[in-house]
């Protein structure tokens, strides 16, 4: 039996971490009865205070009413275990990214839950179909992406994975809509929509440093064009630790010069704004980030360690390469049919990444340019810093046409 769009009435959720949280206010806001599970009690009673606390605090700025509150807390409940999840119409497993922990968690409850339970990983990065795999339903597993804190942001990229039946699609779209979130379909690939385009970006930030830039020029020429914040600001936010303690877990990039600035502050115990040090000092109690003289001296001596001849590199650089990097992935991810218009990517960038709302997002700001003029950009860039600039097919044939990405 399929499972129909209205159906949606009960939900669980894996894991009371943060991320976990969030989700489980997101479906109880949404009217969503939600059972919460977690191999910690412990942590399980934590979260459950920490959620009430949450709606208290929204009663005291008459953002709702008690008697909403109450309802709210009222849709929540504590399971013990899989087995007393077994009713549910959907499961979102929020545990840490760890691809092996996912499968066997999904194994687990493919084999607990009713033959229609849609099964959902909220997982940033991993392979979808790696975790359909795990189970006899890959027609019902896809991935829910919400961004952090959950019940906050709009954003939610929902991944298709290959086998996902269109039914399964709609019913997260629909759960989407009623939890108030700007819904984005995605294709599986690493990092989906938004990351994937993040890395690009932040790679040019993080190649900038070594080559001759300072952290607060590259966020304040990113932050001057109209960012929410720039990537290093964003870093000391998300917790600079959190990339270093994964690529010390998986032994895989802890060796690549982009992230050895990063490598040296954690070492440092500099891990961000929850330290009072990262890429900035903050003030104790202050989220305010303050230039540190100590970084950029650190930033000096990673550099010419590593053999860099370090020069100028202006605003206009800065802004070039993260721009035209976000644009050229965005580009590729269009031309593999990953996001369905160039819009959808402009939704993900706009919700999800701070960036500026008057330039109508990165795909869209491109096309203003004129593609024509971005192409040419980005072979010029091509030309002097190498093969990772080559332009997107897809740009040179709308460019030719006299196309935007709009037009794709």
């Given at each position: ?17 943060t ?78 990214e ?14 607990l ?55 399964v ?54 932050q ?8 290093f ?26 992230v ?10 500099r ?22 003289p ?24 800065i ?5 035209l ?9 269009l ?10 990517v ?34 010029d ?6 093969d ?14 006299g ?6």
């Amino acid at each position: 039996m399929s499972q129909t769009p209205s159906n949606i009435q009960r939900a669980a959720v894996i894991g009371a971490g943060t991320m976990g949280r969030g989700i489980v206010m997101c479906l109880a806001n949404a009217g969503v009865a939600v059972q919460w599970v977690d191999n910690n009690p412990q942590m399980l009673e934590q979260a459950l205070g920490a959620v009430a606390d949450t709606y208290a605090h929204n009663v005291r700025q008459g953002r709702i009413d008690q008697a909403e509150a109450d309802a709210r807390i009222a849709r929540v409940s504590a399971a013990a275990d899989y087995a007393a999840i077994r009713d549910v119409d959907l499961v979102i497993e929020a545990v840490y990214e760890n691809l092996e922990l996912k499968q066997k968690i999904f194994r687990e409850l493919d084999g607990l839950l009713k033959p229609e339970a849609i099964l959902a990983s909220n997982t940033s990065a991993l392979d979808i179909d790696a975790i359909a795999a795990a189970t006899r339903r890959p027609q019902q597993v896809l991935g829910l992406h919400f961004f952090s804190p959950a019940h906050i942001m709009k954003l939610l990229e929902v991944v298709r994975g290959a086998q996902t039946a269109p039914a399964v699609l709609e019913a997260a779209l629909e759960l989407g809509k009623r939890m108030g979130k700007v819904s984005v379909v995605s294709g599986n690939c690493d990092g989906f929509i938004g990351n994937r385009m993040l890395n690009t970006y932040v790679l040019e930030a993080r190649k900038m440093l070594l080559e001759g830039a300072y952290p607060h020029q590259v966020d304040a020429a990113l932050q001057g064009f109209g960012f929410a914040m720039g990537p290093f600001r964003m870093f000391d936010v998300v917790g600079i630790d959190l990339q270093w303690r994964a690529r010390q877990l998986s032994g895989i990039g802890q060796d690549v010069p982009e992230v050895q600035v990063d490598n040296r502050l954690c070492e440092m115990q500099r891990f961000g704004q929850k330290s009072g040090n990262g890429y900035y000092h903050y003030e104790p109690g202050s989220r305010q980030a303050e230039h540190d003289p100590l970084v950029d001296a650190l930033v000096l001596e990673v550099s010419e360690g590593l053999g860099f001849h370090r020069r100028e590199i202006g605003q206009d650089e800065i802004l070039e390469r993260c721009l035209l990097a976000l644009v050229n992935e965005g580009a590729k991810i269009l031309q593999e049919g990953i996001a369905g218009s160039s819009h959808d990517v402009d939704l993900v960038y706009l919700n999800g990444y701070g960036f500026p709302a008057d330039k109508g997002g990165p795909m869209a700001w491109a096309d203003q340019q004129g593609l024509a003029d971005i192409h040419r950009r980005l072979m010029d860039l091509e030309t002097r810093q190498g093969d990772h600039w080559k332009p997107a097919r897809v740009m040179g044939e709308l460019a030719a046409a006299g196309k935007g990405f709009a037009d794709h």
